[in-house]
């Protein structure tokens, strides 16, 4: 049975396209068949971290949703393009990615109009089943809103990241209470850009604590991440960084 992961953080910013696009790549270089649904219709961009070319993209989610598609022929094998990248790398499994458009015309409309969440409701289901995949990642808008009410109902797992920031804490207290409200199955918090003189070891206690929540992962700030700039993805250029070990770490808890 496929296994549904919500990717969410209270506020903006806090690295969760990027933390999706790793966790995947290593389910799928473990050799299972995942795709990502990028649901921040409102930004998005996980597209670019994957190399995916604007101008090659026919059909996004916006496309399914406003009935011009069935949603699977808005899913691209972004695998093949990190093979293409980096022909050393192994893949086992497969990744594809379902994104969001980036014309100013359908964001505007969706703020707009908004959509029928029981369309992407069926949308995210048929995905599961047409295309066989182990695993569903859905990288979903900061905040409380209904697309992140809807992808929250519906998966087995949710995954909330959060800076050691004082605003980030408050509103994860907000994601917390709504998740346990919605009675997700398994909920893990994810600290990311953590400064690497932190006491982790503390730093994991104390959000823990905070929250009654696991803390699956401690990721640092780094250098490396900023020179990188989403051009590609981290654990692949940077296999042996501590950055990497610990979202391979993550990674597990989920396999």
């Known amino acids: 049975m496929a296994q549904v992961i919500s990717i969410h953080s209270f506020r903006g910013g806090t690295g969760k396209s990027n933390v999706t696009a790793n966790i995947a790549t290593i389910l799928a270089r473990s050799g299972k068949r995942v795709a990502i649904v990028d649901t921040d219709i409102q930004s998005p961009g996980i597209h670019v971290l994957f190399g995916l070319d604007e101008g090659k993209i026919k059909y996004t989610l916006n ?11 808005a899913a691209y094998d972004v695998g093949t393009l990190i093979k293409a990248k980096q022909p050393s790398t192994v893949i086992k499994g497969s990744i594809l ?9 359908e ?11 029981r369309k992407l ?9 047409r295309l066989k995949l ?6 979903t808008h900061p905040g409380i809103n209904e697309e992140t009410l809807l992808s929250i109902i519906i998966s087995n797992v949710l995954i909330v990241i959060l800076r050691p920031d004082s605003q980030d804490y408050h509103g994860t207290a907000v994601a917390v209470d709504v998740a346990r409200k919605l009675e997700v199955p398994k909920m893990m918090l994810v600290v990311n850009k953590a ?10 206690q104390q959000v823990q604590t905070a929250y009654n929540t696991k803390v699956a992962g401690i990721l640092p700030v780094c250098e490396e991440m900023f020179q990188l700039a989403s051009s590609d993805i981290f654990c692949l250029r940077y296999p042996n960084h501590p950055w990497t070990q610990e979202v391979n770490a993550i990674a597990r808890q989920l396999l």
Do not use: H, M
């Not at 990615?97 to 015309?105: E, H, M």
């Not at 003189?197 to 994991?204: I, K, V």
């Open 107 to 117: 964001i505007s409309r969706i703020l707009r109009e908004g959509y029928d969440a």
């Open 195 to 204: 400064l690497p003189s932190l006491n982790f070891d503390s730093l994991r």
């Open 63 to 73: 496309d399914y949703l406003w009935g011009r598609c069935p949603i699977e022929k």
């Open 97 to 105: 990615l379902i994104p969001s458009s980036i014309k100013t015309s």
């Open 121 to 129: 409701n069926d949308g995210l289901q048929n995905l599961v089943r």
């Open 134 to 139: 182990d695993y569903l990642l859905i990288d």
